[in-house]
């Protein structure tokens, strides 16, 4: 009960506006009644893997320690223990797998996927990523669209990535809730919930919500519109709030005149008013409620924009409106205000090369990591594909290269952050996962050669501890989604 | 602006003076020439346009010599199956002239030339051209039958310029979309090819009757007919975009009736048929990385596509997509080869088979004497994702590794110069309310 309690007081806290009473803890001890958001998430429990140690290859622990010769060592789901040969002493009843020549690193992580939501093969029938009945839809959450067979999935696991951030699309403003998944691949959605992991929302910037609601001759249609959008939508949320306050308030009030009602009956005094039913909470809105948790700072804005000038806008209107963006996403144009995006310590979600696909992706650069990195911006390699999350670590090999070619010095280690760390923090679970330290969750691959090599390979990927993909594994490494069995069944019984 | 101009200066005297003006010669790199073993510490002298030599011997008095000790030196990569040229901003209709806007209201275009809407001076082909890319075989898209591709170099602001063959292929598409233009079924779409090659084949050698209104109803325009007949006449191959294995052999067959020279492209079940490619000596074109069922088309999709077919000793070329990831070429044929492909075979795929294919494999292709001398500096392996092109020659010319990327970094390389800077920002806290 304290620690709902608590919440709730940080929650009226940061709602901020002046508006809020200060905390009702006066002599009478009464409780405001917890908001319908502000419950508690159900944490899973210990995983049982195996005790395992890795032995004797180069461990990339994207902390900025590179080990040669290390060891790395995991049980029950995390990791026990990292570190140099003659740091770590390899536990009794370890599978001990020699990793001699070949690299270790955390597992890859991707903070913008539209795997399940867009999966494979592409119809019209799988496609669940743009609700673009309205331009702002935070109610509707990705999770609630992800088809956990799509094909798509196994080859990202292939690819050594192990969570990933599954988003609405782009058509709207505000586009609805992220799913943070770690790539268990289960029957379910639920099944594959990255515990501990707090909410995302979506939103958009530039061209595709004007184009999509512009080309219906609807609201919006100019780069005017988004920005008037965001701002009511925040508006409305902020009004939201207040509205459940003083419903708290009211309600502590209540609570004082029904005990002074029942202390005054128990006194025997007959004329004491009743004071009635207690009041009503104001109706729910699942959507304000989510905006609210960005105002909180307990929802993370995830946030697609691609022009400097857009994001500089984007930050200025959160300040206004009380919400902070953590990442933005695809931000072709951020080597522009990267001091700006440094002071407000927002990282961004980019690409080694895509560009000229639009016109607000045509200042693309090679060097654009680089020089966020260089800056202090947490730079993030995010694929946007289901195809380029395979490869994220050819991709951060290219942006890496395209720093050192124009003589910007990027270590393996600092590229290695832009797909696990700094998308981990994106993703507001690095505690949890992201780099190679002991208590951490035992997320991990290990790789045929360096990780930055076009010819290197995912030999085997862990996830919690449990191997999800081992390369060697013969025919069947690769794992056959339900939609996948039988398609090939001619071949399998002697056809061609 | 007035940063700009150191910049300009510099380009201007990076661009050596012209191939009439004295021998090039490229100093102790290893060649890898595209059609043999490497040659280790060579010298690649260049002359007039073209490779004068390759091998062991000094440089020729007076020429002007390049270090490339240490480096890779291949021919130049060749971008196939795209609109590099064509697409500015691929959203942006007024910048885009692969294909005509609505395909199903002529799915029949085979005299859309490429050639018409090619921009030589596309900001994209910098870009490529920066990462090994030097020439293009720029191909229409959309529609049954799309229209004819153009080879041209990557260099030169005129079409005169840049163009080595005007007509190297007719391309047409069972693709999803091709399908859905010519009325929704496979069996629409490949009725439809019959009908107007059936066509094509009474009107060759028929013009005279044909203006005389003598021949029967004939479906589409004198000018495709034209394209088609020259598809007859070998005069180029038909490059049929298919995915399925069963389309695939489907086309083969179409080939067969009508003696066609045929090119498979996209072809991601290609693997499946690889016996029957080999059979009927068909090359394909494919996208080494596209390993998704992203399509009923293709659920069999696969990465070793490229080392299968190879195997069975079908002639493959690699291709990326788009006009803007050009550069991409070298990351496919890494990935190729480390599905299987060896790495010798995933360098003719973008040089010597697309030459070949395309018809200009007396000039392109290969790093020899006699050939235009496109080719590539790299500062290690090419395929290779840290190493980079250090130079690039286009018709034996050292061309600048900027583009409007390049020149992008260079503006915002530092910050202080900028109005942002003046204005003493970043702010250190929010203000305003």
Partial sequence: ?496 | MRALWPLVAAMTLAVPAGAQEGAVALVGGTVWPGDGAPVENATVVVRAGRVVSVGPGAPPPGARIVDCAGTTITPGFVATQTELGLVELSLEPSTSDEALEGDAADPVRASFAAIDGYNPLSTAIPVARRWGVTSVVVTPNGGLIAGTSAWMDLAGTTLDDVLVRERTALHASLSDNAVTAAGGARSSALNLVRQVFDDARLYRGRGPAYDRRGLRELRVSRLDLERLAGALAGDYPLVVKASRQSDILRVLALGREYGLRLVIADAEEAWMVARQLAAADVPVILTPMTNLPSSFSHLHARYDNAAILHRAGVRVILSTEGAHAQRNLRQEAGNAIAAGLPREAALRALTLEPARVFGVERDYGTLAPGRVANLVVWTGDPFELTTWARHVFVRGREVPTTSRQTLLFERYRRLEGTARGQRGLPRAAPARR
């Fill in chain 1, 1 to 496: 009960m304290s620690r709902t309690i608590s919440l709730i007081l940080m929650a009226g806290a940061a709602l901020g506006c002046g508006a809020a009473p200060p905390p009702v803890r006066s002599q009478v001890e009464l409780d405001p009644p917890p908001l319908p958001w502000a419950r508690e998430r159900v944490e899973r429990g210990e995983i049982d893997s195996p005790l395992v140690a890795l032995v004797g290859g180069t461990v990339m622990t994207a902390t900025g320690r590179v080990i040669e010769d290390g060891v790395v060592v995991m049980e029950r789901g995390r990791l026990r223990a990292v570190g140099a040969r003659d740091e770590v002493e390899i536990p009794e009843g370890a599978r001990a797998i020699d990793v001699t020549g070949r690299y270790v690193t955390p597992g890859l992580i991707d903070t913008h996927s539209h795997m399940g939501v867009y999966p494979s093969p592409s119809v019209r029938a799988t496609s669940d990523g743009n609700e673009m009945s309205s331009p702002t839809t935070p109610e509707v959450r990705a999770a609630d669209g992800f088809w956990p067979q799509d094909p798509q999935l196994p080859r990202a696991i292939a690819g050594g990535v192990t969570t990933i951030q599954v988003l609405p699309g782009s058509g709207n403003l505000i586009g609805g809730a992220g799913a943070i998944l770690k790539l268990h691949l289960g029957r379910t959605v639920e099944e594959m919930e990255f515990p501990g992991a707090p909410e995302t929302l979506k939103m958009a910037c530039g061209e595709n919500p004007k184009r999509v609601y512009g080309g219906r001759q609807a609201f919006p249609m100019t780069r005017m519109g988004n920005v008037f959008g965001y701002r009511r939508a925040f508006q409305q949320a902020l009004e939201y709030g207040r509205g459940f306050e003083d419903w708290q308030a009211q309600h502590v009030g209540w609570q004082r005149r029904r005990r002074a009602y029942l202390e005054a009956r128990e006194r025997g005094d007959a004329d004491a008013e009743d004071p009635g039913p207690a009041p009503s909470p104001p109706a729910r809105d699942f959507g304000l409620e989510r905006l609210l948790g960005a105002r909180e700072g307990r929802v993370l804005v995830q946030m697609h924009c691609y022009r400097a000038e857009e994001m500089a806008r984007i930050i200025e209107v959160g300040e206004e409106l009380g919400f902070r963006v953590r990442s933005f996403h695809h931000a072709v144009e951020a080597y522009k205000i990267r001091d700006l995006l440094a002071a407000h310590d927002i990282s961004v979600s980019t690409w080694a090369d895509w560009w000229g696909f639009k016109l607000e992706a045509y200042d693309a650069i090679e060097e654009n990591l680089a020089l966020l990195t260089q800056a202090g911006v947490r730079g993030v390699l995010h694929s946007d594909s289901a195809m380029l999350v395979q490869r994220l670590n050819q991709e951060a090999a290219k942006a890496m290269a395209a720093g050192r070619r124009a003589g910007i010095e990027i270590t393996e280690d600092q590229a290695l952050r832009w797909i696990t760390i700094n998308a981990a923090w994106t993703l507001g679970v690095d505690e949890h996962t992201g780099s190679l330290e002991a208590g951490k969750m035992a997320d991990v691959v290990v790789w045929s050669g360096n990780p930055f090599s076009v010819y290197t390979r995912a030999d085997v990927v862990f996830i919690d501890g449990l191997t999800v993909y081992d390369r060697h594994a013969g025919p069947d490494a690769l794992h056959r989604t339900d939609f996948e069995l039988g398609q090939d069944l001619e071949l399998t019984t002697g056809g061609e």
